[in-house]
């Protein structure tokens, strides 16, 4: 985030447009997004109060850090015109990727985690309450949480798209745990997205399946699942 200087020469000044990935963005006197050509997130310019806000897509650039660069034009009351150039350092944690195999993980603050193939699973760690929303940034082609370790694990899950990140393209979670931990599924569940009737069996585990929109969340039954 940051603003952008709009004021050039004893006169002042008033930004006339922003050119971003080769495309000039008109001053409406509102807000206006863009999507990079690269696909590596979204620029939102704000020329109400001369902002701007940077949104990188989930892991883009392979999690790589990378920058985005724009200008602004500015023009006083003298038409006099000054272009101001602007740099925002987009930085991942450290990466870690998986194998063929069937990898585990336990989240660490300051790395994100790719488990490419295999059945791989992320156990959280902290004794904490945890919005998927707030880690769905760092994990990817992950097919189980794990909430068993180290005392009550609250997991709540607001929108299904962080389970579309997170997961591979099955897009089927697990969750295991016991019952100390809890899953709420908050304002997910429609007449598009519900609860079967019949829980699954995994290696001898019962799980409440919740589906639609081919999507796939399996709760352990051990866990306190609400809505």
């Known amino acids: 985030d ?15 447009s922003v050119t971003v990935d080769g495309q000039i963005i008109l001053n409406n006197g509102a807000e206006v997004s863009h999507d990079l050509s690269n696909n590596q997130g979204t620029l939102i310019i704000d020329f109400s109060n001369n902002s701007y806000t940077y949104q990188a897509n989930h892991n883009s650039n392979s999690a790589s850090d990378y920058q985005v660069t724009f200008s602004a034009q500015i023009i006083d009351a003298d038409n006099d015109e000054i272009d101001s150039n602007y740099t925002i350092d987009v930085e991942f944690p450290d990466l870690v990727l998986g194998t063929e195999a069937d990898d585990n993980y336990s989240l660490e603050d300051g790395k994100s985690y790719n488990g490419l193939l295999g059945e791989d699973t992320v156990t959280l760690t902290d004794t904490t309450d945890t919005y998927l929303s707030d880690i769905s940034a760092y994990i990817n082609n992950i097919e189980k949480l794990d909430l068993t370790d180290n005392g009550t694990q609250n997991l709540t899950i607001t929108d299904l798209q962080d389970v579309i990140d997170i997961t591979d393209h099955d897009n089927e979670l697990v969750i295991s745990g016991n019952a100390a931990d809890s899953v709420k599924l908050e304002g997910i569940l429609d007449a598009n997205f519900s609860k079967e009737a019949n829980t699954q069996d995994i290696d001898g585990q019962s799980y409440n399946v919740y589906s639609g929109s081919n999507i796939n969340i399996l709760i352990d039954t051990d866990i306190d699942d609400t809505i």
């Open 2 to 16: 940051g603003s952008i200087d709009s004021v050039t020469g004893a006169d002042g000044g008033t930004i006339a």
